[in-house]
């Protein structure tokens, strides 16, 4: 998601503020949590808006060393090559790219939204990809500002070869969270899952046309996100748990 020339002139202003690393870690919570790749990236590929802060293109492993590619809206709180870590993954991000959705949801209600960097920087991974991203573990989570260096780390890619890695970790309940970021992992988590092409969920882009490509999905009884099912309060349509969308105020049945 290349960023415009107009905002490419602020690159001297924005790195002018990097993160010290004497500051304090701090928590941030319901930072809305998406994910893109090469085959919905603005155009398609690995490019990036950013490219002074150890990456020319989008990629990263997770580690601190080697963070993760985040987008975000450049205009909200967070500075170019800002690093995150996010406790319920496992991963390190850095604020490298730029974010249509994001930009919306920030100028609209200053929700903190950042777009994470799936697979290849240079295979496009088309449909599967698409429904890896939308399958992915995302929504609002909470994240760690100006973290340590040591924290545990999962470099295992979101999606490779066709499979999706879907696992989380729990994440710690009250106490230092920044010192103690997570526990073992989800009962829930499901690792190296390949998903069909039929499968569709939340696009993470509404605005990239490679990303709301439709298809069949399966309505259930049940609800994968606990407190987001039939009938949960909700604001947005990232409120609920798939497949319901937030109508009137109440998660219910597209």
């Not at 802060?53 to 993760?68: E, K, N, R, V």
């Not at 209600?109 to 890896?132: F, K, M, V």
């Not at 295992?156 to 989380?168: A, E, L, M």
Request: proline share 7%.
């Amino acid at each position: 998601m290349k960023t415009s020339p107009i905002v490419a002139l602020g690159v001297a202003s924005f790195l002018g503020v990097l993160p010290s690393q004497t500051q304090t870690c701090a928590s941030l919570d319901n930072v809305q949590i998406t994910f893109f790749g090469y085959p919905d990236n603005s155009p398609p590929g690995a490019g990036i808006a950013w490219t002074d802060c150890g990456h020319s293109l989008a990629g990263g492993t997770g580690s601190y060393d080697d963070p993760i590619t985040f987008a975000t809206a450049p205009d909200g709180d967070f500075h170019v090559c800002d690093i995150v870590y996010l406790p319920y993954l496992r991963k390190y991000a850095r604020y490298e790219d730029d974010c249509e959705q994001c930009t919306k949801d920030w100028d609209s209600s200053h929700e903190y939204h950042i777009d994470l960097w799936t697979g290849s920087t240079t295979t496009d991974g088309g449909d599967a990809q698409i429904n890896c991203e939308n399958n992915l573990p995302g929504g609002p989570q909470t994240i760690l500002r100006n973290p340590a260096s040591d924290l545990p780390t999962d470099t295992s890619p979101f999606f490779s070869n066709g499979d999706c890695n879907q696992k989380t970790y729990d994440v710690a309940s009250g106490g230092d969270v920044c010192s103690a970021p997570g526990g073992g992992a989800s009962s829930s988590s499901k690792t190296a899952t390949t998903l069909s092409t039929s499968t569709t969920k939340k696009a993470s882009k509404p605005t990239t046309t490679a990303a709301t490509a439709t298809a069949t999905t399966t309505t259930t009884a049940t609800c994968a996100w606990e407190g987001h099912c039939a009938g949960a309060p909700c604001k947005t349509y990232n409120d609920c748990s798939d497949p319901f969308v937030c109508t009137g105020g109440k998660c219910a049945n597209s």
